[in-house]
């Protein structure tokens, strides 16, 4: 389980996170979701134990994320970040290999073990023939997906996902999403799509401004006044098999 007590975190100017406080539930996916500059990507850093809370604390299980060694938490913390590049001259395998990384005493001592994991992660990604395919020669979504099997090659206990769905088509949207609820890894995903946050998420904690404004099953928290209020858009929202199908309007 992840609990997220009190967080706050500012820069000079400003308060970007404002009092923070949700818990993630063991094998549950919780999508964190609030409008563009609202605070999830902080958060998602602040969690990683990439930034430092300026209150408040962060425990993964029974350990505060802040106290945990770098190493210790790159084992049981994948973070797929938004924008994932590199400039290296690196295969597909190599990327999802870098999962591996936390969990070997020395670097490059890749074992069949670590090989056949990943192999398997890209499978699972739908890129099988793809493991000798030079990174800078991938699509967009090609890149996300390799970015996805490298975290689940690091068999973390955590997954933090930043726009996981950014350059996916719809059916690859779809299948990332029901690939990380079905690996039953505790998962925190930031997603701006609200009807595919819905579909997938078990909660979703809404952001704005850096503050928690509501907090629920997909059903309770995504209302036409929440959408208007946070968001600014004017929506219908109808039942599917217990879940909100938000269709939007046009601004007037
Ligand atoms: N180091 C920093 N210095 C100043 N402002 C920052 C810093 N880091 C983040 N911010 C500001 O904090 C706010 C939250 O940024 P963040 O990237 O967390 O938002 P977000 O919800 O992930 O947005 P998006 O949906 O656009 O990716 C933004 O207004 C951003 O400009």
């Known amino acids: 389980m992840l609990e997220i007590t009190d967080v706050s975190w500012t820069v000079p100017a400003a308060r970007i996170l404002d ?8 094998n549950s996916l919780v999508g964190l979701l609030g409008p563009n500059g609202s605070g999830k ?16 604390q962060v425990a993964l299980g029974d ?3 802040a106290d945990l060694p770098r190493r210790v938490a790159a084992r049981r913390m994948a973070l797929l970040a938004q924008y994932a590049e590199t400039d290296l001259d690196l295969t597909a395998l190599d990327v999802v290999l870098l999962g591996r990384t936390p969990h070997q005493r020395s ?6 073990t670590d ?26 979504g090609e890149r996300q997906r390799v970015q996805l099997a490298r975290a689940f090659t690091q068999e973390p206990e955590l997954l933090l996902l930043d726009e996981p769905t950014n350059h996916l088509d719809i059916g690859h949207q779809l299948q990332l999403l029901h690939l990380v609820r079905r690996s039953q890894v505790t998962t925190l995903a ?9 579909m997938f998420c078990d909660t979703v904690v809404v952001l704005h401004h850096g503050q928690v404004v509501a907090a629920g099953p997909p059903f309770t928290v995504l209302t036409t006044d929440l959408l208007e209020d946070v968001y600014g858009v004017d929506a219908d929202i109808t039942n599917h098999d ?6 939007y309007r046009p601004p007037s």
């Open 190 to 198: 930031a997603l701006h799509d609200l009807n595919l946050a819905a």
């Open 63 to 65: 350990a505060t994320v």
């Open 19 to 26: 009092n923070i406080t949700f818990t993630v539930p063991a």
């Open 107 to 112: 670097r490059w001592s890749d074992t069949d």
């Open 242 to 247: 217990g879940r909100p199908v938000i269709t």
């Open 115 to 140: 090989h056949a994991l990943a192999l398997a992660a890209l499978d699972r990604v739908d890129l099988g023939g793809f493991a000798h395919r030079k990174w800078q020669t991938l699509s967009g």
């Open 41 to 56: 990507t902080t958060l998602l850093r602040v969690v990683a134990g990439l930034l430092r809370p300026r209150t408040g």
